[in-house]
Protein backbone atom coordinates (compact mmCIF):
# COMPACT_ATOMS: atom_id res chain seq x y z
CA UNK A 1 0.00 0.00 0.00
CA UNK A 2 1.59 3.54 -1.19
CA UNK A 3 0.66 6.18 1.28
CA UNK A 4 -1.43 8.84 -1.07
CA UNK A 5 0.79 12.28 -1.34
CA UNK A 6 -0.19 15.75 -0.49
CA UNK A 7 -2.20 16.44 -3.40
CA UNK A 8 -3.79 13.49 -3.36
CA UNK A 9 -4.81 13.83 0.56
CA UNK A 10 -6.52 17.17 -0.32
CA UNK A 11 -8.14 15.94 -3.32
CA UNK A 12 -9.17 13.51 -0.78
CA UNK A 13 -10.39 15.89 1.85
CA UNK A 14 -12.51 18.06 -0.87
CA UNK A 15 -14.15 14.93 -1.25
CA UNK A 16 -14.88 14.40 2.43
CA UNK A 17 -15.96 17.75 3.02
CA UNK A 18 -18.71 17.95 -0.03
CA UNK A 19 -20.58 15.10 1.53
CA UNK A 20 -20.09 16.56 4.83
CA UNK A 21 -21.78 19.90 3.11
CA UNK A 22 -23.67 18.31 0.35
CA UNK A 23 -25.03 15.34 1.66
CA UNK A 24 -28.48 15.77 0.95
CA UNK A 25 -27.75 15.91 -2.92
CA UNK A 26 -27.74 13.03 -4.77
CA UNK A 27 -23.66 11.86 -4.05
CA UNK A 28 -22.58 9.04 -5.21
CA UNK A 29 -18.78 7.65 -5.86
CA UNK A 30 -18.46 8.27 -9.69
CA UNK A 31 -19.28 11.76 -8.90
CA UNK A 32 -17.05 12.04 -5.58
CA UNK A 33 -14.17 10.02 -7.58
CA UNK A 34 -14.60 12.94 -10.08
CA UNK A 35 -14.35 15.32 -8.29
CA UNK A 36 -11.24 14.13 -6.85
CA UNK A 37 -9.69 13.64 -9.79
CA UNK A 38 -9.54 9.97 -9.86
CA UNK A 39 -11.08 6.79 -11.14
CA UNK A 40 -13.91 5.49 -9.08
CA UNK A 41 -11.65 2.53 -7.66
CA UNK A 42 -8.68 3.92 -6.79
CA UNK A 43 -10.97 6.91 -4.75
CA UNK A 44 -12.44 4.20 -3.11
CA UNK A 45 -9.48 2.88 -1.98
CA UNK A 46 -7.28 5.32 -1.08
CA UNK A 47 -10.16 7.15 0.75
CA UNK A 48 -11.01 3.72 3.19
CA UNK A 49 -7.13 3.72 3.26
CA UNK A 50 -7.15 7.67 4.65
CA UNK A 51 -10.37 7.67 6.54
CA UNK A 52 -10.91 4.25 7.54
CA UNK A 53 -14.51 3.51 5.59
CA UNK A 54 -15.76 3.43 2.32
CA UNK A 55 -16.92 6.96 0.80
CA UNK A 56 -20.48 5.49 0.92
CA UNK A 57 -20.12 4.94 4.94
CA UNK A 58 -19.11 7.99 5.35
CA UNK A 59 -21.98 9.61 3.48
CA UNK A 60 -24.63 7.90 5.09
CA UNK A 61 -23.09 8.69 8.46
CA UNK A 62 -23.15 12.05 7.41
CA UNK A 63 -26.85 11.41 6.67
CA UNK A 64 -27.83 9.50 10.13
CA UNK A 65 -26.65 12.14 12.02
CA UNK A 66 -29.01 14.74 10.42
CA UNK A 67 -31.16 12.39 10.37
CA UNK A 68 -31.17 12.27 13.86
CA UNK A 69 -31.35 16.22 14.75
CA UNK A 70 -34.42 15.64 12.22
CA UNK A 71 -36.14 13.34 13.94
CA UNK A 72 -35.31 14.81 17.24
CA UNK A 73 -37.46 17.77 16.55
CA UNK A 74 -40.58 15.51 15.99
CA UNK A 75 -41.70 18.00 13.55
CA UNK A 76 -41.34 15.82 10.19
CA UNK A 77 -42.16 12.28 9.46
CA UNK A 78 -39.91 9.25 8.93
CA UNK A 79 -40.53 10.02 4.81
CA UNK A 80 -39.94 12.96 4.95
CA UNK A 81 -36.74 13.01 7.11
CA UNK A 82 -35.47 10.41 4.83
CA UNK A 83 -36.06 12.03 1.73
CA UNK A 84 -34.81 15.60 3.50
CA UNK A 85 -31.11 14.02 3.79
CA UNK A 86 -30.63 12.41 0.51
CA UNK A 87 -31.57 9.19 0.60
CA UNK A 88 -34.04 8.07 -1.83
CA UNK A 89 -35.56 4.18 -0.40
CA UNK A 90 -37.09 4.34 2.74
CA UNK A 91 -36.36 1.14 3.55
CA UNK A 92 -32.72 1.46 2.94
CA UNK A 93 -32.27 4.65 4.67
CA UNK A 94 -34.29 2.30 7.94
CA UNK A 95 -32.05 -0.65 7.30
CA UNK A 96 -28.76 1.81 7.61
CA UNK A 97 -30.00 4.02 10.41
CA UNK A 98 -31.44 0.95 12.52
CA UNK A 99 -27.76 -0.69 11.84
CA UNK A 100 -26.03 2.76 12.96
CA UNK A 101 -27.85 3.74 15.82
CA UNK A 102 -29.57 0.42 17.39
CA UNK A 103 -33.35 1.23 17.32
CA UNK A 104 -35.37 2.01 14.11
CA UNK A 105 -36.05 5.72 13.02
CA UNK A 106 -39.46 5.82 14.65
CA UNK A 107 -38.99 4.06 17.42
CA UNK A 108 -35.94 6.98 18.09
CA UNK A 109 -38.24 9.31 16.96
CA UNK A 110 -41.31 8.75 19.38
CA UNK A 111 -38.61 8.29 22.44
CA UNK A 112 -37.64 11.16 24.53
CA UNK A 113 -34.99 13.55 23.54
CA UNK A 114 -34.87 15.92 26.73
CA UNK A 115 -31.58 15.16 27.24
CA UNK A 116 -30.01 16.53 24.46
CA UNK A 117 -31.92 19.55 25.66
CA UNK A 118 -29.21 21.01 27.91
CA UNK A 119 -26.22 19.86 26.18
CA UNK A 120 -24.25 22.90 24.20
CA UNK A 121 -24.38 22.08 20.49
CA UNK A 122 -20.92 21.48 19.88
CA UNK A 123 -21.13 18.58 22.30
CA UNK A 124 -24.75 17.69 20.38
CA UNK A 125 -22.84 16.79 17.65
CA UNK A 126 -20.16 14.76 18.85
CA UNK A 127 -22.45 13.08 21.17
CA UNK A 128 -25.06 12.48 18.14
CA UNK A 129 -22.40 11.02 16.06
CA UNK A 130 -23.24 7.27 15.19
CA UNK A 131 -21.54 4.66 16.45
CA UNK A 132 -19.44 2.56 14.47
CA UNK A 133 -20.92 -0.75 13.71
CA UNK A 134 -19.52 -3.86 13.88
CA UNK A 135 -18.86 -4.74 10.43
CA UNK A 136 -17.23 -1.30 10.26
CA UNK A 137 -15.32 -2.14 13.21
CA UNK A 138 -14.35 -5.68 11.83
CA UNK A 139 -13.10 -3.90 8.56
CA UNK A 140 -11.15 -1.22 10.69
CA UNK A 141 -9.39 -4.21 12.67
CA UNK A 142 -8.54 -5.94 9.14
CA UNK A 143 -6.92 -3.15 8.09
CA UNK A 144 -4.33 -2.69 10.74
CA UNK A 145 -2.90 -6.14 11.11
Known amino acids: ?13 R ?18 ARRALMSTAHFSRR ?8 PYA ?7 ERAKALLRRGDLSVSDVCFAV ?6 SFSSRFTEIVGETPSAYRARSHDDFA ?15 SSRN ?9
Open 47 to 54: FREAYGET
Open 15 to 32: ARDLMDREYAEPLNVPVL
Open 137 to 145: EEALGALTQ
Open 86 to 91: GCTSLG
Open 118 to 132: VVPSCAAMVLGRPRR
Open 1 to 13: MASPDLDELRRLR
Open 58 to 64: HLMTRRI
